[in-house]
């Protein structure tokens, strides 16, 4: 199973952009690239995935590098709200035709006035 | 709407009990998942689901045990011989859309 590595923490302006890197340098080529998020004690959010190419939705951009190691994923204006800690997930199959999800450490965004 | 329910929010048990917690999903979604998360960790596998009767370990099964009578339904047992019971745990179902979790249910035992 590929795995991720994230920092441990990010600091970021309210208003400006947080970019969080992920190295997943053992993806293989039919995995895709995963971002979940989770404020304190709830269960984690999707936010964007892809494959290859750069994605964009109303949440976030996630940029994805041409070999496929490492993406980032952009909030283009951070709030409050946003603080929490984000997983960037590769998605791997098990056994038979079930998937399942191998979480990271995380990377504890901290959006600050 | 549709979603995945957990149940109860917060669970207190004595030690050496056993315990279920509920996982109930209207997303029509095959697929179903346990993870058990500890303060300051991520996310750790406990059990999974593709279809009804069938599951399979994840990476810390011991300890714990599940069933899939149902499709809507993936209820997680913590047994006694789960030796820190004390944690965070969370179901999550997938498609080939995406993946869906629940609210969580905070399982402390005294």
């Known amino acids: 199973d590929a795995k991720t590595t994230q920092p441990p923490s990010m600091d970021c302006a309210e208003g400006r952009a947080a970019n969080l890197p992920c190295n997943h340098s053992?993806?293989?080529?039919?995995?895709?690239v995963y971002w979940y998020r989770q404020i304190h004690s709830q269960g984690p959010q999707y936010i964007i995935h892809?494959?290859?190419n750069n994605e964009t939705n109303e949440m976030a951009s996630l940029i994805i590098t041409e070999d496929r190691k490492s993406s980032t994923l952009i909030l283009p204006h951070a709030t409050l709200r946003d603080t929490a800690v984000y997983y960037c997930?590769?998605?791997?199959?098990?056994?038979?035709?079930?998937?399942?999800?191998?979480f990271g450490t995380g990377t504890r965004l901290q959006v600050t006035l | 709407d549709g979603g995945i329910t957990q149940s109860p929010k917060y669970l207190f048990r004595k030690e050496g009990q056993n315990v279920t917690l509920s996982c109930e999903q209207n997303?029509?979604?095959?697929?179903m998942y346990w993870y058990r998360q500890d303060p300051g960790q991520g996310l750790r596998l406990i059990y999974y689901?593709?279809?009804?009767?069938?599951?399979q370990k994840g990476d810390i099964a011991e300890g714990y045990s599940v069933s899939r009578e149902k499709k809507e339904s993936f209820p997680l047992t913590v047994t006694s011989a789960q030796k820190n019971p004390t944690a965070f745990y969370l179901c999550?179902?997938?498609?080939?859309?995406?993946?869906?979790f629940g609210s969580g249910t905070r399982l402390t035992v005294v």
């Open positions: 053992t993806i293989s080529g039919n995995e895709y």
């Open positions: 892809g494959l290859k």
């Open positions: 999550a179902s997938s498609s080939i859309y995406g993946y869906t």
């Open positions: 997930i590769v998605r791997v199959k098990g056994t038979g035709t079930a998937s399942k999800l191998t």
């Open positions: 997303l029509n979604h095959d697929a």
């Open positions: 689901s593709q279809i009804v009767n069938d599951f």
